[in-house]
C-alpha cells in the first residue's frame, strides 16, 4: 500500500486524484486542503506517508515559494517521503520553470503537468514508489 498526502489548490481536483488513486486499490491517501506546512507535515507524519504530491498555482499557500519552504521542510524531517509537485503548465511560464528548478535542485523528486490524464498520474506515481522501494 502506497501512503500518499495529496495536497492541491482545488478541492474539485484534490478529490478527482484522491478517487483515482484509491480506485486501484495500491494506494491510501489523505487528502488534504489545508496549505500551512505545519499542517502537511502532520499529514505526512499521520500517514507515514511515501509520497507527498502538491499542487503549485497562484493560489496563495500554494505558490511556488510556498510549496519549495514544504520541500525543504519535509527533506529534513521526512527524507523518506518522495515529493511530487503538479503544475499546470498553460498557467506560468515562470512557475513552471520554478517547478523545474525545484526539481533539478532535488527539492522535487519529480514533477508532472496537469494537462496529463489521471492515469499518467496513478502510474506515474507507483513507479516513484517502486523506484524508490529498490
Request: hydrophobic share 45%.
Amino acid at each position: 500500500m502506497i501512503n500518499t498526502v495529496v495536497n492541491m489548490p482545488s478541492a474539485f481536483y484534490g478529490d478527482s486524484i484522491t478517487a483515482a488513486l484509491e480506485q486501484t486499490g495500491n494506494f491510501r491517501v489523505r487528502n488534504l486542503s489545508q496549505s500551512a506546512p505545519m499542517a502537511v507535515e502532520a499529514a505526512i507524519r499521520e500517514t507515514d506517508a511515501d509520497i507527498l504530491l502538491m499542487g503549485v498555482s497562484v493560489v496563495s499557500g500554494f505558490t511556488l515559494a510556498a510549496r519549495e519552504k514544504i520541500s525543504r521542510r519535509t527533506r529534513i524531517a521526512f527524507p523518506r517521503c518522495k515529493i511530487v509537485l503538479l503544475v499546470d503548465e498553460r498557467v506560468s511560464e515562470a512557475q513552471t520553470a520554478g517547478v523545474k528548478a525545484l526539481a533539478q535542485v532535488r527539492l522535487a523528486d519529480d514533477f508532472l503537468y496537469a494537462s496529463g490524464s489521471m492515469d499518467y498520474l496513478v502510474a506515474k506515481l507507483e513507479t516513484i514508489y517502486d523506484y524508490m522501494s529498490q
